[in-house]
């Protein structure tokens, strides 16, 4: 029977046997952006967190 496991249960599993920590950072920075841009469409700051960028 097949094991089902999700996105990020397979990433750190891919992460921890590639030894590939190198792209850690760089998701993390992925997830922190994306969270940023979801915030900024529903949230009254909008127009201050689209002057970052």
């Known amino acids: 029977m097949a094991r089902r496991t ?3 249960t397979e ?3 891919f992460l921890r046997e590639s ?3 190198w792209l850690l950072p760089i998701l993390v ?5 994306s969270a ?7 949230s009254a ?3 201050f967190i ?3 960028f």
């Open 19 to 21: 030894k590939k920590w």
């Open 29 to 33: 920075v992925l997830v922190a952006v």
């Open 11 to 13: 990433m750190w599993l």
């Open 50 to 52: 689209y002057t970052i």
């Open 45 to 47: 700051l909008a127009p």
């Open 36 to 42: 940023l841009l979801v915030f900024a469409q529903t």
């Open 6 to 8: 999700g996105l990020y």
